[in-house]
T-cell receptor
Framework: AQKITQTQPGMFVQEKEAVTLDCTYD???????LFWYKQPSSGEMIFLIY??????QNATEGRYSLNFQKARKSANLVISASQLGDSAMYFC?????????????FGTGTSLTVIP | EAGVTQFPSHSVIEKGQTVTLRCDPI?????LYWYRRVMGKEIKFLLH????????ESGMPNNRFLAERTGGTYSTLKVQPAELEDSGVYFC???????????FGPGTRLTVL
């Protein structure tokens, strides 16, 4: 079974609007970490935000926030006030277990296009 | 500070040939990972080094793939002989100590004809 599911292959958003990119995960381990990465056309994967399974509050980093709903096993990325530079591929990832060295499991990604 | 670098950025080879990909992690990062993304699919883990030791190589698809990390610095991933299904983008990532996030390089796009 897929450990990370991203059901939106492509999304469009108007500039300055907010957008939510969906991510659901599957694990039976009580300790895990959730990550979002951005991959612009240049190819490099840029780390955006991290949420630990025991974190009580949703993670935020500037215009990025992670809507963490543990019972539903979802970790949606919310981008507020979209900018043209936000157009990119976005990947959700999970690390299972407490050990920070464990591998990441990735979803298939969501391609976001910001329309002027 | 320089990020993770990978060389080459693109490689086109014929089936049966050998290719070696190189990754230079961020200086001081003792953890190094290789991942691969086959067209349209998810990015999948290949292996994990801690310094020069292989911590986890459970994702390596078969014995045609050989990864090394000499002296705990840069790493190479050799595919010999390459097959058509090896085509994809190979990403390298590095991480320091107890830090959660992995820092990724731009990837090497490998095409096997």
């Amino acid at each position: 079974a897929q450990k990370i599911t991203q059901t939106q292959p492509g999304m469009f958003v108007q500039e300055k609007e907010a957008v939510t990119l969906d991510c659901t995960y599957d694990t039976s381990d009580p300790s895990y970490g959730l990550f979002w990465y951005k991959q612009p056309s240049s190819g490099e994967m840029i780390f955006l935000i991290y949420q630990g399974s025991y974190d009580q509050q949703n993670a935020t980093e500037g215009r990025y926030s992670l809507n963490f709903q543990k019972a539903r096993k979802s970790a949606n990325l919310v981008i507020s006030a979209s900018q043209l530079g936000d157009s990119a591929m976005y990947f959700c990832a999970m690390r299972e277990g407490w050990y920070t060295g464990n591998q990441f499991y990735f979803g298939t990604g969501t391609s976001l296009t910001v329309i002027p | 500070e320089a990020g993770v670098t990978q060389f080459p950025s693109h490689s086109v080879i014929e089936k049966g040939q050998t290719v070696t990909l190189r990754c230079d992690p961020i200086s001081g990062h003792d953890n190094l990972y290789w991942y691969r993304r086959v067209m349209g699919k998810e990015i999948k883990f290949l292996l994990h080094f801690v310094k020069e030791s292989k911590q986890d190589e459970s994702g390596m698809p078969n014995n045609r793939f050989l990864a090394e990390r000499t002296g705990g610095t840069y790493s190479t991933l050799k595919v010999q002989p390459a097959e058509l299904e090896d085509s994809g983008v190979y990403f390298c990532a590095s991480r320091m100590g107890p830090i959660n996030e992995q820092f990724f390089g731009p990837g090497t796009r490998l095409t096997v004809l």
